[in-house]
């Protein structure tokens, strides 16, 4: 079969926050082939990409993971690319950039895969995921089937899709770009580079994005910013001092770290704004393991 696994796999060299303890199996396809088998054959295994979007309980994870880091296949033809679920975005940005094609320049930052950007329908600089995508191959986990979707069916909106509502998994999707002047596209991505390099940590602080997303009309991070989070300490876990949305791991934090100074950043926004923010980055953990951790992600779900 065309894939590695590996028992009690330490996941967090694999995530952006360098956090995360050990999953029981690790599997890495190297075929969509071998990536179908494995969504068919393992029971509710937990399918992870570029790690850049996640925090991963340091407890570790009692199950199966499926890591797509080997399924990077792409090709582009006239203003169409398609891509596997494992492709890095900041590749696929450089390569719709050599073909002079735009719609991709957002994506030159991210530290994620498409797989993930599609999950969420990554978005910035006034581009989005949806603006180019045109179909996509799922793998439905409860069917145990392939479902090809168009860009309605993925009922896109901001920073959602249809994905996050049922149990799908990306295969692949393809994409329609633009054709534009080469010199305008490398022009957009530098500022965009630059826009980041401004905003945002660097992975050399280890970070998974945006902690909560924007509520409707107003900025997470605005709002953080007058509640007066930054510099906000717990354990190895900050709120980074350049921008109030952002944790950084500063030395060796832990998931219960994160989630602690997470739930103070939510209290004094709820307490000053009456507004209740909404994780954007996705917690992965097996349930029960530790019940402060469920305590703490449970109270900003609004499930407790």
């Not at 899709?161 to 080469?182: C, G, H, N, W």
């Not at 992600?297 to 499930?303: E, I």
Request: with cysteine; charged share 25%.
């Amino acid at each position: 079969m065309e894939y590695e696994v590996i028992e009690n796999y330490e996941l967090k060299k694999h995530t952006t926050f360098k956090i995360g303890g050990c999953a029981k199996r690790a599997f890495f396809p190297q075929t969509k082939e071998a990536f179908i088998e494995l969504l068919k054959e393992l029971p509710n295994p937990i399918v992870l990409g570029g790690c850049s979007n996640v925090l991963i309980s340091s407890e570790g994870i009692d199950a199966d993971v499926i890591l797509t880091t080997k399924l990077n296949n792409f090709s582009i033809e006239n203003n169409k690319i398609f891509a596997q679920c494992g492709v890095k975005a900041p590749m696929l940005s450089k390569e719709a950039e050599s073909k002079s094609l735009s719609g991709m320049e957002f994506m030159i930052g991210f530290p994620g895969s498409i797989g993930g950007a599609v999950f969420m329908n990554a978005s910035a600089h006034s581009q989005a995921i949806s603006d180019t995508f045109l179909s996509c191959h799922i793998f439905d986990t409860e069917k145990k089937e392939i479902l090809e979707l168009n860009k309605e069916e993925m009922n896109f909106s901001y920073r959602t899709s249809v994905m996050q509502k049922k149990p799908y998994i990306l295969i692949d999707a393809t994409f329609e770009l633009r054709p534009d002047d080469k010199n305008e596209i490398t022009s957009i991505m530098n500022r965009n580079l630059e826009f980041r390099k401004d905003r945002q940590p660097n992975l050399t602080l280890p970070n998974t994005g945006s902690i909560f997303r924007n509520p409707p009309n107003d900025s997470a991070g605005r709002l953080l910013e007058k509640a007066g989070v930054k510099g906000l300490k717990q354990g190895g876990a900050e709120v980074w001092t350049g921008h109030a949305n952002f944790i950084v791991n500063t030395n060796n934090a832990t998931s219960t770290d994160v989630l602690i100074l997470m739930n103070k950043m939510y209290n004094e926004v709820k307490e000053k704004y009456t507004i209740e923010l909404v994780p954007e980055v996705k917690f992965i953990r097996t349930i029960g393991v530790s019940k402060t951790e469920d305590e703490l992600w449970d109270t900003m779900l609004n499930k407790k």
